[in-house]
Structures are given as structure tokens and as C-alpha cells.
């Protein structure tokens, strides 16, 4: 005989499983839900209307969410937009720092040739060496301002002398005694500079207005 045949039969397997399938559902859609936040929603079941307010809520909700979201972005992509300027201006401080002082060099070398050249002696070497620093300062952008001419700019200038002039503008540069340099627009160091003024003319006692 089958066994099967003896094995008692829950005829009400099926129903029991399909209720609480359905009260499974409804408890997980509920705990989705904070009905502590709505007390009304807590004496009976939801209505269209209902979860057309539930929903209007968690749309407003999400739309916060966006926005905060969208201004964390904003705050972090300028915070590294800020991070990578101050980097890059703190390499460039470092960099006008050591050219500053390569300068320095740069003009010992240039009167120790003007020197020799005056006492006639060969500087080819010496020349070779001041090419090859024009090619680094080229490399690094470091340009030298013309100032001879120029209207005297405090921003650029730096004047150590001045003499009367009458041919010429006022603060007009008329001897450059230091090159100055720039370097990616910013002066790294000012030319040091001699300018003009015009002569003031003193009257004499007793000379008429004329």
C-alpha cells in the first residue's frame, strides 16, 4: 500500500499560508510607515486619500534630501577647488623664494662680466653660464619687466633716488639700477629704480607777476 495514502492531509495548509503571507505584507508596508508621526492613521486602515498625503510627504522629503545632497557637493567641490590654490600658490611661494635668491646670483655674475669685459678679459665661459640661466628663468616664466621710460608704478617699482627733469614727465624712470622680474603676473621682485620730478622754480624778491 502507498504511505501516502496514510499521511493525513491539512486541508487547510493552503489558506493558513496565503493568510499569513497577506498579514506579512500588510505588517511590512505598516512598518514602513511611521505611524507615530499620525496618530489618526492609527485606528484604521489607510485610504487613498491617505497615502496620497504619505506620499506628497515623502516626495517633499526626498526633495530635501536632493537639495542637501546637492550643496554637500557644491561645499565639497569647492573645498577641493580651494585645497588645490593653496597647494599650487604654496609651490609658487617656494619657487619665487629660490628665484629671488638664484637672482641674486644672476647679478653677481653679470657685473663680475661686465668687470672683465672693461679690463679686456675673454668671459666666453662666463657667457655660456648666464645663457644657460636665462634658459631656466625662460623655463619657469620668470620675465623681465622693462622699466627704463616707464611712468614710475609703486605695484612694480621701487625708487631709491630721485633727479629734476624738465624734458621728461613727472615719475618717469630714468635709470633702472636693479632689473625686476615677474612670474606668472605676480612681481617677484621690484625694479629698483631712479625717476624724475620736475624742477621747482623759486621767485626772486621782488620779481613781478607777469
Known amino acids: 500500500m502507498n504511505n501516502d495514502e496514510n499521511t493525513p492531509v491539512d486541508l487547510n495548509f ?3 499560508n496565503e493568510q499569513q503571507s ?3 505584507s500588510t505588517k511590512k508596508i505598516k512598518d514602513s510607515i511611521d505611524l507615530e508621526t499620525d496618530p489618526q492613521l492609527k485606528s484604521h486602515e489607510l485610504s487613498i486619500d491617505e497615502l496620497k498625503i504619505l506620499l506628497e510627504k515623502n516626495s517633499q522629503s526626498l526633495t530635501i534630501c536632493e537639495e542637501r545632497l546637492k550643496r554637500s557637493l557644491a561645499d565639497y567641490q569647492n573645498l577641493e577647488r580651494k585645497t588645490k590654490s593653496d597647494i599650487e600658490n604654496g609651490v609658487n611661494i617656494k619657487i619665487d623664494k629660490f628665484m629671488v635668491n638664484f637672482l641674486q ?5 653679470v657685473r663680475a662680466k ?6 679686456k678679459i675673454n668671459v666666453e665661459g662666463l657667457e655660456g653660464i648666464l645663457r644657460n640661466m636665462d634658459s631656466l628663468l625662460e623655463q619657469y616664466n620668470i620675465v623681465p619687466m622693462g622699466a627704463l621710460g616707464e611712468i614710475f608704478n609703486p605695484n612694480l617699482h621701487e625708487a631709491i633716488s630721485v633727479i629734476e627733469d624738465e624734458t621728461v614727465d613727472e615719475d618717469t624712470i630714468t635709470k ?3 632689473k625686476g622680474y615677474i612670474s606668472h603676473n ?4 621690484p625694479a629698483i629704480v631712479e625717476i624724475s620730478k620736475k624742477p621747482k ?3 626772486l624778491d621782488g620779481e613781478e607777476n607777469g
Not at 105 to 109: N, P, S, T, V
Not at 186 to 189: E, Y
Open 14 to 16: 493552503d489558506e493558513s
Open 22 to 24: 497577506e498579514t506579512d
Open 105 to 109: 646670483i644672476y647679478d653677481d655674475l
Open 114 to 119: 661686465n668687470v672683465l669685459v672693461n679690463e
Open 176 to 178: 633702472e639700477v636693479r
Open 186 to 189: 605676480r612681481v617677484i621682485r
Open 201 to 203: 622754480f623759486v621767485k
